[in-house]
């Protein structure tokens, strides 16, 4: 038996790879166009919100600590980060290349000295 997947252990080449052989072995790459996928990664999100509609800033933290709610919820990231590898695997982006290039974006748009502590849209600083 394979050994349980984490963050610590499994790179997203890993995980990619076995999203895409799931699809493959259903041969659902036909659905999935860049449109569909995204559709699909903002369905899924508006699932992951649910659990949390209505739920003050502190109540949302609580919920994590509720067993079945805590894996109800990790099931529902689950399948937005799905959508999001199947989506980068569709459209050829690299996932790590994409997070590095936005990182630095957001680094030059919301500066510590700016920003630290504060939730205003960087045109706001």
């Known amino acids: 038996m394979n050994e349980p997947l984490t963050d610590a252990t499994t790179t997203i080449q890993e995980l990619k790879g076995r999203v895409l052989e799931f699809a493959r072995e259903r041969d659902w790459e036909q659905f999935h166009a860049p449109k569909n996928l995204s559709m699909a990664l903002a369905a899924e999100a508006g699932e992951l919100m649910e659990h949390f509609l209505w739920s003050t800033p502190e109540a949302s933290r609580a919920v ?18 799905i959508y999001a590898l199947e989506f980068a695997n569709v459209t050829g982006l690299d996932v790590a290349a994409a997070i ?26």
């Open 64 to 81: 994590m600590n509720d067993p079945v709610k805590r894996t109800k919820i990790a099931e529902e990231l689950a399948d937005v980060v």
């Open 100 to 125: 590095e290039a936005k990182m630095a974006a957001n680094g030059e748009k919301y500066p510590v000295a700016k920003a630290r502590g504060r939730a205003e849209k960087y045109t706001e600083l």
